[in-house]
């Protein structure tokens, strides 16, 4: 919620410090059938619009296609080059010219080397934090919001039909690109789930919270709870298996807890009904063993889900429980054009009035949190844009057509000030 508040709340003091609405209309992939003129008619608007937002979407998904052929034949490498080429080209030639129109706006004293030498500093520094494993994740997760606000802004260019067609149809395609099956965006996460690699793809990281310490605080494990669920991108059951000793019993894999299905519940259920069975028929001093041992497992089992809840204060340090994979520090993952299309619609919305940047904003938001209930119910990778867009979208025109109109009229009559 943080990082898209934020990246949504630039975009918006952008569209109103630059007035990016005074830029003459620049042809790109977004326009190349129609661009639109304020004296077509609202007809011409509709046809040209729709013609814009079909020609996006194909292209759209010729280029997914082929990113997934590449990576099913292993050109891994070549697809990370050219995603730090793409976060070059957007920082230092979209960037330097929001950065240059900046200082032309706000007269900011600066010489013309220092400029180039922040500027080129900065986009190297975005260029090694995309695929660098030695990069801090704070660093990578700021410069994806960064990314986020410089293409949002200059998608704010965009004539006003245009924008809202191309929000929709994205939002549609989103939708049959990660659902369908044979979808391109369901293949690769696929593709990338079986092989075990991370995602060719420029995405927000959001990981979980694990606490180090023996006492598990209440705000950690919620953030934990939520993150495994997004985390684990394919389904089915998990094989758990108890840790020994050492720092690894720290590492508590809660994914593994969230998916573990009934039958493996149900297994655990007959091996202690059968241990139990064993142990009446022993001898009493056999008996206490046993019972100690079936304390001991429950205390195990049920030692991650104390923690969660806050309740292992006076208990001892659980035993780990881990995946198969040793994969411990997965979380929710939002790609940028998610970032980026959020914050089209609220720029869009802030070139109206801002009683509609607010109602798409939280329009926005509540669908995201409503992708993320589904994220934890479903535990598979689904798509962020049609739930936000549609809901923006409709709050948008609700707010402009409906909304504002009341509001102003009841306004000037001082019946409500």
Partial sequence: MAPVSICMFLVVL???????????????????????????????????????????????AAVTFVLVLLFYFNFTNFLKHYMRFSAFFVLGTMGGAIFLSIIQHFSIPVDSITCFILLFNFTILGTLSVFSEGMPIVVRQCYMVVMGIVVAAWFTKLPEWTTWFILVALALYDLVAVLAPGGPLKLLVEL????????????????????????????????????GGGGVLDSGSVELQAVGDGAATHNLDYNAVAVM?????????????????????????????????????????????????????????????????????????????????????????????????????????????????????????????????????????????????????????????
């Fill in 14 to 60: 952008l569209t109103y410090s630059l007035s990016v609405t005074s830029d003459p209309q620049i042809r790109t992939a977004a326009n190349l059938i129609y661009i639109e003129n304020p004296s077509d008619s609202a007809t011409v608007k509709l046809e040209g619009s729709l013609e814009n937002a079909i020609v996006f979407v194909v292209l759209v």
């Fill in 192 to 227: 990338a789930s079986t092989r075990d690699e991370e995602l060719p793809a420029m995405v927000y990281e959001a990981r979980p919270t694990v606490s180090r310490s023996h006492r598990g605080g209440g705000g950690s494990s919620l953030r934990v709870l939520v993150g």
């Fill in 261 to 417: 299905d009934i039958d493996s519940v149900d297994g655990v259920g007959r091996s202690r009904e059968g241990h139990s069975a064993s142990s009446v028929s022993s001898e009493p001093s056999r008996e206490l063993g046993s019972i100690g041992n079936r304390e001991s497992v429950a205390e195990e089992e049920m030692s991650p889900l104390v923690e969660l809840m806050g309740w292992g204060d006076n208990r001892e340090e659980p035993r780990g429980l881990v995946e198969e994979s040793d994969n411990i520090d997965r979380g929710i993952k939002l790609g940028l054009g998610d970032f980026i299309f959020y914050s089209v619609l609220v720029g869009r919305a802030a070139m109206y009035d801002l009683m509609t940047v607010y109602a798409c904003y939280l329009a926005i938001i509540s669908g995201l949190g409503c992708t993320l209930i589904l994220l934890s119910v479903y535990n598979k990778a689904l798509p962020a844009l049609p739930i936000s867009i549609m809901l923006g979208v409709v709050f948008y025109f609700l707010t402009r057509l409906l909304m504002e109109p009341f509001v102003v009229g009841v306004s000037t009559n001082l019946m409500m000030f």
